[in-house]
């Protein structure tokens, strides 16, 4: 008896060690199969858009003039991706968005790769991760977001501008559900001023790493054949 209660022990600590690495490795997987599935599916999305608008570089978008606060052709861009995306779309949600599309209460539930609260790491603002932003709530899950450069309301994010970035569109993989981590479930991908495609974020240099903010792990996924990179935290 004593001979299966050690036995019995030995086999708990060495789950109580194996478990959680299991469960990460399971989890990574279902996000990357996500991140794959929505990243087709926004891609074939944006061929359309395209076709319907012309060639990205040379969509004229809002640009920001004091007194002249006008965001049709925002408004006109994020209306013809909801057209050819299956799902829910949100529209503009200013700084408090849809509580039903994405949801932003609280926002500390959205954090950094390294764990840390994302509100105050977003390095377009000091706002949350969804803050002026188009919505919507797609039919696989996921939630997709489109932060245009110039808002109204919300003036230009100035550090978009310096990347050259005109569209940033934030892909939660599972919606709603958590860890809202960017890096793990929630990925970032560009549109550039002399781009017509759309790419994983990367500015050059890599933060999908333990100490990073994970802002560029769609590219280190994408690039290292959908795999997370080696010093990957999970």
């Not at 022990?9 to 990460?24: E, F, Q, R």
């Not at 990073?212 to 990957?232: E, H, L, Q, R, T």
Request: charged letters at 15%; one cysteine or more.
């Amino acid at each position: 008896m004593a001979e299966v209660l050690i036995t019995l022990g030995i086999i708990g600590v060495v789950a109580a060690l194996t478990l959680p690495s299991l469960i990460n490795k399971y989890q990574n997987h279902v996000y990357l199969s996500s991140l794959k599935k929505n990243y087709s599916t926004l891609q074939n999305a944006h061929l359309r858009v395209s076709d319907e608008n012309g060639e990205p570089k040379d969509w004229v978008l809002y640009h920001y003039t004091m007194g002249n606060q006008d965001n049709i052709k925002n408004v006109q861009i994020a209306e013809s991706y909801a057209r050819y995306m299956v799902g829910r779309y949100c529209g503009h949600t200013g700084s408090k968005g849809v509580p039903d599309c994405i949801n932003l209460n609280p926002s500390t539930d959205f954090k950094v790769l390294n764990g840390q609260n994302a509100k105050e790491n977003v390095w377009y603002g000091i706002y949350g991760v969804y803050h002026y932003t188009y919505q919507y709530n797609l039919s696989s899950g996921a939630t997709l977001a489109l932060l245009f450069a110039s808002n109204p309301s919300g003036g230009i994010y100035y550090p978009l501008i310096h990347k050259k970035i005109r569209i940033l569109y934030i892909l939660d993989v599972n919606g709603n559900n958590k860890p809202n981590q960017i890096g793990r479930d929630i990925y970032y991908f560009m549109l550039n001023n002399d781009q017509n495609s759309i790419v994983p974020y990367y500015d050059g240099e890599s933060d999908c790493k333990k100490d990073g903010f994970g802002y560029s792990c769609a590219y280190d996924v994408i690039g290292n054949g959908w795999n997370f990179p080696k010093d990957y935290p999970y």
